[in-house]
């Protein structure tokens, strides 16, 4: 499997990755460069995808970046995990409930390891944990796909503040909260990378034709 695996320590730009995303998505419908896989963090910022609605926004004073992902408005911070993604379907299933599937299920054997049960929510898209007998997100997802090929990804929360929250409905869903690996274990979460790329890698084996 020919796929390049990129981990940043410091922080990312938002603006750079998604250029950066762009062009690869274009050197991969060419031929010229190999599917990416790619974990970072962001800076403080809220995002709105193609779906988002004025009315999610809770706070008018903050500053949305509109993006062509899926989904609604969310925040991204320090302490979340940004998993990037070009993936080429075209050798693969052509299928983009399939490839929600194994990301869904990605993060599921992620949190695994860590003795944490989540699950996802068809209803939902996404993947939730019970805290206090209250189900509350864990982790989001927004992909795009041109051409068979997908990119974007997902995020997980791992000690990222939860206050920025406040400001918007995430995902556009009002009746349920969102929290982080702190608040529900204390576990300590720092070769999540490793077990991220192993996970992730395992299963893009079961999204082949």
């Not at 969102?178 to 996970?199: H, M, Y």
Request: proline share 2%.
């Amino acid at each position: 499997m020919n796929i390049e695996v990129k981990i940043n320590n410091k922080k990312v730009n938002y603006n750079y990755a998604i250029n950066y995303m762009e062009k690869r998505l274009e050197e991969v419908i060419k031929g010229k460069k190999s599917e990416l896989l790619w974990i970072l963090e962001h800076n403080s910022i809220y995002t709105g995808g193609i779906r988002s609605e004025k009315k999610d926004i809770l706070n008018k004073n903050i500053k949305v970046i509109k993006t062509n992902r899926g989904g609604k408005h969310t925040y991204h911070g320090p302490g979340q995990k940004i998993v990037y993604f070009v993936l080429n379907l075209n050798k693969r299933k052509k299928s983009i409930r399939y490839l929600i599937d194994r990301i869904e299920n990605c993060i599921v054997n992620i949190l695994k390891e860590y003795n944490i049960k989540s699950y996802p929510d068809r209803k939902n898209i996404g993947i939730w944990v019970n805290e206090r007998n209250k189900s509350k997100k864990i982790a989001a997802i927004g992909i795009r796909v041109r051409k068979w090929i997908a990119y974007h990804g997902f995020c997980l929360n791992i000690k990222n503040e939860l206050d920025p929250y406040k400001k918007i409905i995430p995902c556009g869903i009002l009746d349920k909260k969102v929290t982080n690996l702190k608040k529900i274990s204390k576990v300590k979460f720092d070769k999540i990378d490793e077990i991220l790329i192993s996970k992730f890698i395992s299963n893009l084996k079961n999204l082949n034709a």
